[in-house]
C-alpha cells in the first residue's frame, strides 16, 4: 500500500483541501508536515464548507487519525479555537482522531508582534506580504534553540526555563523595535491555562506512524502553501519560513524517505500568488481580472486578492522536478471556460537570451520576461465534469500539452469545488 505526499507545484492556494480530501478517504492517516496556520484549506462537502488552517484535512472524515507534525509550528490557542469551530459545524475531534507531535514549537504572542512590526517597519519594495500570524519568527526560534515545544508545557521548571530563554532574545529585539517588553509571568500563565488543552493530544507522532506503516496502513502526508514559497527553493525572500516541497514531509513527521511512495502535486489550471514577490506571468488587465473573478481568488486566511495570470509550465515543471513528482492534480479547469485563447508560458527571456527555467537572482527574476504558446479555448463548460468524455476537445488539449511542457502526468483533474467532481487518471494509493 502506497504512502503519498501531497505538495502545491506553484504559489499555493493551488486547491490542496479538496484534494487531499478526496485522497483521505482511501488513506488511515493524515499528517500535516510543516507551516503554520497562515494557510487556509477550503473544503466543501455535501454544500457544507469548511475552513481549516491549523488541522489537517483529513479531520472531517470519520475514522481517520489526523497528524499535526513536528515540521509545523503551532498556535496553541489558534488550534483551540479552531477545533470548537468544527466542533460547531458536528465533526468529532478528540485525542483518539487527533495527535500534535510532542516536538513541535509553539506560536506564541510576541511573535505574531514581531511579524507584524517588523512588516511595518520594513522600507517600500521590501515588505513580504506576511500574514502576521507569527509563523516566520516562531521558526526563527526554532533554528536559533530557544523555541517553547508542546511537551515543554508538561512541566513548570522546564518551561519557565524556556521562556526566560526566549525573552533574553526577544526583550531585546523587541526594544529596537520599540515594543514594550513581554510580561514574563502573564506569559507563563497564559501557556499553563492552555496546556491541558494542547497536552490531551500530544504524542511521539514519529513513533506512532512508524508502527502505523508497520502495519500496512496508508499514510497521507499534507503539506501547506506551494513549492514556490520553499524556503530554500522559492522566489526567495518573497517565501514562507519553511521547506514546503516533498522531501519536507519525512523530516517533518520523523519517518524516513523511503516511506514516501508517491508525489502529487497540485496545480491550478492558470497562476495564482498572494502577497509580494516576482509573477512572471501576471496579468493585470481584464483578463486578469475575468480569472480572478471566476476563480474566487480571495485568501482563506487574509481574505486578500490574489494576483493572476496564464499557466506557468517552466515554473511548474522546476517544481515538479525538485520535488519529484510523480503525478499533478490539476484543479480549477472549468475557471478557463469561455476564453477564446489560452496562453502558457513555455521559459524565459532574459537580457536576450532563452530560459527553461526561472534563475534564482532576484534580480534576473525580475528581467525575465515570459515566452508564451497560444492554444484555441473552448465556449463548452467543463464545470462538475466527471469523466474525460464530459470534457470539450480543446480542453483535453490543453490538458495533455500540459502534461508534455512539465513533464509529468496528469494523476487527478477537478473541475469544481465539490470532492466528486475529480477526473480520476491514476489513484496515488494504487500506483
Not at 509550528?73 to 460547531?88: G, N, T
Not at 480549477?332 to 513555455?346: P, R
Not at 500540459?402 to 500506483?431: K, N
Request: hydrophobic share 40%; charged share 25%; net charge negative.
Amino acid at each position: 500500500m502506497a504512502n503519498v505526499v501531497v505538495v502545491g507545484a506553484q504559489w499555493g492556494d493551488e486547491g490542496k483541501g479538496k484534494i487531499v480530501d478526496w485522497l483521505s478517504e482511501r488513506a488511515d492517516v493524515i499528517a500535516r508536515f510543516q507551516g503554520g496556520h497562515n494557510a487556509g484549506h477550503t473544503l466543501v462537502i455535501d454544500g457544507q464548507v469548511y475552513k481549516l488552517n491549523a488541522l489537517p484535512s483529513g479531520v472531517v472524515r470519520g475514522g481517520k487519525l489526523s497528524v499535526i507534525g513536528n515540521g509545523v509550528v503551532l498556535d496553541p490557542w489558534h488550534l483551540v479555537s479552531e477545533i470548537a469551530k468544527i466542533r460547531e459545524q458536528g465533526v468529532e475531534i478528540s485525542p483518539e482522531t487527533l495527535m500534535v507531535a510532542e516536538n513541535t514549537p509553539l506560536i506564541l504572542p510576541l511573535h505574531g508582534e514581531l511579524d507584524r512590526a517588523r512588516e511595518e517597519a520594513a522600507a517600500k519594495g521590501t515588505k513580504i506580504g506576511t500574514t502576521g500570524r507569527g509563523i516566520g519568527p516562531c521558526y526563527e526560534d526554532k533554528v536559533g534553540r530557544r523555541a517553547i515545544r508542546v511537551a515543554d508545557l508538561a512541566d513548570r521548571a522546564t518551561l519557565e526555563a524556556r521562556v526566560d530563554r526566549a525573552l533574553t532574545h526577544h526583550n531585546a529585539l523587541r526594544a529596537g523595535l520599540g515594543l514594550e517588553p513581554v510580561d514574563r509571568d502573564g506569559l507563563i500563565a497564559k501557556l499553563e491555562e492552555i496546556a491541558p488543552e494542547i497536552l490531551q493530544y500530544a504524542a511521539p507522532v514519529w513513533k506512532v506512524l512508524t508502527e502505523k506503516r508497520k502495519a500496512g496502513k496508508r499514510i497521507l502526508f499534507e503539506g501547506a502553501q506551494g513549492s514556490l514559497l520553499d524556503i530554500d527553493f522559492g522566489t526567495y525572500p518573497f517565501v514562507t519560513s519553511s521547506n514546503v516541497i516533498a522531501g519536507q514531509a519525512a523530516t517533518g513527521v520523523g519517518i524516513g524517505p523511503g516511506s514516501i511512495d508517491f508525489v502529487l502535486g497540485i496545480v491550478k489550471a492558470y497562476t495564482t500568488r498572494v502577497g509580494e514577490g516576482p509573477f512572471p506571468t501576471e496579468l493585470t488587465d481584464e483578463t486578469g481580472e475575468r480569472l480572478g473573478e471566476r476563480g474566487r481568488e480571495f485568501g482563506v486566511v487574509t481574505g486578500r486578492k490574489r494576483r493572476c495570470g496564464w499557466f506557468d509550465a517552466a515554473l511548474v515543471r522546476q517544481t515538479c522536478a525538485v520535488s519529484g513528482v510523480n503525478g499533478i492534480a490539476l484543479t480549477k479547469l472549468d475557471v478557463l471556460d469561455g476564453f477564446d485563447t489560452l496562453k502558457i508560458c513555455v521559459g524565459y527571456e532574459l537580457d536576450g537570451e532563452r530560459l527553461d527555467y526561472l534563475p534564482t537572482a532576484s534580480d534576473q527574476q525580475a528581467r525575465c520576461t515570459p515566452v508564451y504558446e497560444e492554444m484555441p479555448g473552448w465556449s463548452e463548460s467543463t464545470e462538475g465534469a466527471r469523466s474525460w468524455a464530459d470534457l470539450p476537445a480543446n480542453a483535453i488539449k490543453y490538458v495533455r500539452h500540459i502534461e508534455e511542457l512539465i513533464d509529468c502526468p496528469v494523476a487527478l483533474l477537478s473541475t469544481s469545488p465539490e470532492r466528486e467532481d475529480t477526473i480520476l487518471v491514476t489513484d496515488p494509493f494504487e500506483d
